[in-house]
């Protein structure tokens, strides 16, 4: 299937976390496009699956994918699947905290969105990161795992 990784990315961690999900969902025979939320603008219409991530703000999604859901998930997007990500402090990933991956599947979901798989929450150290050691590796599986659900 064709399809777009979505990401918007402050200190480059959800850039390298969507980069890995990207090579995933690739190895499972996926045709993707990376967007960064900040410059893409216009979606175009020949996408069959989205993949949409962003750092956590104040528990929630980021300004820039907010505006790019807002601008380009309409009533032609219901049905489709997708599935959501995003970077957020260790401690709030592992306590099961708000993060943005969580707020943006609700938000798809609300749009009549199909999420093939749950949230992904990829942990950072520190506001500024690194991702946790196994973080890139996690994205890889996660965007094998997503890529195989959208196979089947
Ligand atoms: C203004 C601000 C608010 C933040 N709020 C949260 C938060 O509520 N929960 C959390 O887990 N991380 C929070 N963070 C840390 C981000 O998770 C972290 O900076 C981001 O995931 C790094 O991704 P990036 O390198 O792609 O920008 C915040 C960071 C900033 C700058």
Redesign the pocket.
Same mark, same amino acid.
């Not at 905290?97 to 943005?100: L, R, Y």
């Given at each position: 299937m064709k399809g777009a990784v979505v990401?918007?990315? *402050?200190?480059?961690?959800? &850039?390298? %976390?969507a980069k890995a999900i990207m090579q995933g969902l690739e190895e499972s025979g996926h045709q993707v496009d990376l967007l960064n939320a900040k410059q893409s603008r216009d979606l175009g219409a020949d996408y069959e699956f989205l993949v949409v991530g962003s +750092? %956590? *703000?104040?528990? *929630?999604n980021s300004g820039p994918v907010k505006k790019f859901i807002k601008n380009n998930l309409d009533e032609t997007w219901k049905g489709k699947p997708f599935a959501a990500f995003?970077?957020? @402090?260790a *401690?709030?990933?592992e306590k099961g &905290? +708000? %993060?943005?991956a969580k707020d943006i599947h609700k938000e798809l979901v609300d749009r009549g969105l199909h999420a093939v798989a749950e949230a992904f929450d990829n942990a950072?150290s520190? @506001?500024?990161?690194p991702l946790a050691t196994d973080g890139e590796e996690n994205a890889r599986e996660f965007g094998r795992r997503v890529g195989a659900a959208l196979a089947g």
């Open positions: 990401y918007y990315s *402050r200190y480059g961690n959800n &850039e390298k %976390t +750092p %956590t *703000r104040a528990g *929630r995003g970077t957020c @402090l *401690r709030a990933c &905290e +708000p %993060t943005a950072v520190g @506001l500024k990161g």
